[in-house]
């Protein structure tokens, strides 16, 4: 019975995380689809280069909602399971264990031939949703140095870690601001691995950041970029030649 709800939180949770809002809002705000413009991810910086701010808010928003949805869930399901389980209890792990389903929904969705985005939002939804504090401290961290530097994808590594760090230090000195006992492990473990889901899928923005060549916020794929001024510089060119052919005729 308990591996049965087990194994429907985690399907539960994954088709929450799997459901492709940044393709939906840049299919309906821009006409286009985000998984062939840019980095090809599904989350908000991608959004905003296809479809503008108000489309990436909209999706961002959204993307949080799954996973905070997907925790949710999961305490529905283990509601008044407070059963001892090896170091853990039942619904705490439970919730663990919807968050980082709904990251792997987001990141390898089923709709999307498992792609997706990077999980940054989603893995934060899940967090507000388990202890809000460090997820508004991760959240603050993500926009005020992906605005003071221009690289979200340096913000969100750095607010990943930070939350992490800010769990676990509650942990040890076994504060908690929301509950009278001490903090359950189940919210260190969930951060832990969901930094290094972050961590990996930020894998080609590391490599960016570290060579100098990473894209900021707003500045447009380089690629596409590319491709506009060859066919800028090319269209003169051509009228040119008509304008020649017809002069000798």
């Not at 995380?17 to 989350?43: E, F, H, N, Q, Y």
Request: net charge positive; charged share 15%; hydrophobic share 50%.
């Amino acid at each position: 019975m308990i591996a049965l709800m087990y194994i429907s939180v985690a399907i539960i949770a994954y088709l929450c995380g799997s459901i492709p809002c940044g393709v939906l809002i840049g299919r309906w705000m821009a006409k286009r689809d985000v998984t062939k413009v840019g980095s090809g991810k599904t989350g908000m910086t991608n959004v905003m280069r296809v479809a503008g701010r108000k489309a990436a808010i909209i999706s961002l928003v959204l993307d949080i909602a799954k996973g905070a949805l997907a925790v949710g869930i999961a305490t529905a399901i283990f509601w008044g399971r407070n059963d001892p389980f090896a170091v853990f209890t039942l619904n705490e792990s439970a919730k663990l264990l919807a968050g980082l389903a709904a990251i792997a929904g987001h990141n390898w969705s089923i709709f999307l031939k498992f792609r997706g985005g990077r999980g940054v939002a989603t893995f934060m939804g899940a967090l507000a949703a388990l202890y809000w504090p460090a997820a508004v401290l991760g959240g603050v961290l993500i926009f005020a140095i992906g605005i003071r530097t221009k690289y979200m994808s340096m913000g969100s590594l750095v607010g990943a870690v930070a939350a992490f760090f800010l769990l676990t230090a509650f942990y040890i000195l076994k504060i908690d601001f929301l509950r009278s006992g001490p903090m359950p492990i189940e919210y260190s473990i969930y951060v832990l691995v969901g930094v290094v889901f972050v961590w990996a899928m930020h894998r080609d923005n590391i490599t960016r950041l570290y060579n100098g060549t990473e894209r900021k916020i707003g500045e447009k794929d380089k690629k596409s970029a590319r491709k506009t001024k060859q066919t800028a510089t090319k269209i003169p060119v051509t009228v040119h030649a008509k304008a020649s052919t017809r002069t000798r005729k």
